[in-house]
Structures are given as structure tokens and as C-alpha cells.
């Protein structure tokens, strides 16, 4: 197998292992996934093993959109950052750590979404992945994606349990979970440190799949982990049922 033409020397030995995933060299999935701009909202537990995983694995171009500091709270489970890192933001403290881990990316943090820059963030995008931890900005992200018939990579965790889905135009998260609620924060109801990155490390996953156009994403099913019992399940989703709640 011959490996993708637009590679420097330098970025072939950094990519060589997974260009010998066949399946991965055959799709020429590492120039797709060298050619995306990936929109990452939020840059916590979550957020922290996307960031990492999809800059070590050459995303062209990272955003980082978050707005929250880091706190001595944080450090057992976002491993982006480092006890030198309390106080400081993270969207600037992970977007300089994701380019130390990868200079090739471009990497830009940006301010926490709203209404107002969203349009502009979305814009140009060829996946959001949200790993987000709170209500109000996961639905902002939902319709706006609904809205311009995005797909997105979504991911949950709390307590010990997590689960991850690929939303689009067909089904969305709005489609699943009709309202927010049912679990609560993981400032409320705590968190296993390793869970969020097991859930992230997953929606990393599905987020290459995507973008490199080889498996099959999570489209339409939900993939649920239970880190007690070390169970997961894979659920199809169907139509709205009008009683779902969003973890």
C-alpha cells in the first residue's frame, strides 16, 4: 500500500501507525481527516481525551471553544492540564498543549458559544464535537446543527456511567432527549476520574470515523457503558417518544 502524497516525511512517521490500519490507508482517511476544520465545545473531562486524540491524530484545523478555568477539582480526570494550570483558561491552556503534542494542526481557542458566534464557529466546520457539561449549551449546539443539517459527535459522563451518539438532520439529540435534565452534573453528582476518558476517548473515535469516512459511526444508535460492571450496550434509536431526558 502506497501511503497519502501530501504527507511531509515528517508527518508520514508521525501517522505511521495508523497507516497501517488497512482499512484507515485504503479510505485515505488521514488526508480526509488532514483536510477537516473540527469544532471541539468544551475542553474538560470530555473534552480533554478528544482534544489529545484528534491532534495526535493530524486534524487540520482544531477549535477549542470553552470558557471556564482550571480548578484543583479538575486534575484527576482532565489530563490536558496540570496542577501549574489552576486558574488559568482552558480553552488557551489546551489549545497550547494540543499544539505541543502536534505542530502540524492548527490550533485556535476560542471563547465560550453563544448565540452570537456560533453561526461564525459552525461556519466552515466539517464537524462539532460536543463535550459540553451542561443543559442549556448542548441544546444551543443541537438546533443550531439541526438548524444548518450538520452531523455532530455528542458524549455524556457522570458518576460511572457514560454514553456517546452521532446526531445529524435525520435524528438529533432533541429527537432522543426531548428535554433537558434526569442526571445530574458531574459538580453535583461526581465523577469515577477515568469514565470521562474512556467516553472521550470514544467520541474521539467516532469523530475519525466520521471524518475519515471508514466504519460505521454511531449514527442512529446509542452507546451506553456502565464502569461498575464494566457493561456496555449499543442501543438503536428510533423515533421520538416524547419521554426521554437528557443525561
Known amino acids: 500500500m502506497t501511503s497519502a502524497p501530501s504527507l511531509s516525511r515528517a508527518e508520514l512517521r508521525r501517522y505511521s501507525r495508523a497507516l497501517l490500519v488497512p482499512e484507515w490507508q485504503e479510505a485515505g482517511a488521514q488526508a480526509r481527516v488532514g483536510a477537516a476544520r473540527v469544532v471541539v465545545v468544551g475542553a474538560g473531562g470530555l473534552g480533554s481525551p478528544v482534544i489529545a486524540a484528534l491532534a495526535g491524530a493530524g486534524v487540520g ?47 485556535r481557542a476560542a471563547p465560550p458559544v453563544d448565540d452570537q458566534n456560533l453561526p461564525e464557529l459552525l461556519a466552515g466546520a466539517t464537524l462539532l464535537i460536543d463535550a459540553t457539561d451542561n443543559f442549556e449549551t448542548r441544546y444551543r449546539l443541537a438546533d443550531a446543527c439541526t438548524a444548518l443539517g450538520r452531523e455532530w459527535v455528542w458524549g455524556a459522563a457522570s458518576g460511572t456511567s457514560g454514553m456517546v451518539s452521532v446526531f445529524g438532520p435525520a435524528l438529533g439529540l432533541r429527537d432522543v432527549f426531548p428535554e433537558p435534565g434526569g442526571a445530574a452534573s458531574c459538580d453535583e453528582a461526581g465523577v469515577l476520574g477515568p469514565v470521562p476518558g ?15 469516512g471508514v466504519g460505521e459511526p454511531l449514527r442512529g444508535r446509542l452507546w451506553t457503558y456502565d464502569a461498575l460492571s464494566g457493561h456496555t450496550r449499543v442501543l438503536r434509536l428510533g423515533a421520538p417518544q416524547g419521554q426521554g431526558r437528557a443525561p
Open 198 to 212: 474512556v467516553v472521550g476517548a470514544l467520541m474521539a473515535t467516532e469523530a475519525l470515523k466520521v471524518l475519515g
Open 61 to 107: 484545523e482544531l477549535v477549542i471553544a470553552e470558557g471556564d478555568t482550571v480548578d484543583l477539582s479538575n486534575l484527576h480526570r482532565q489530563s490536558l492540564y496540570t496542577t501549574p494550570d489552576v486558574g488559568h483558561p482552558k480553552a488557551e491552556r489546551a489549545a497550547a498543549r494540543a499544539q505541543q503534542l502536534n505542530p502540524h494542526v492548527r490550533v
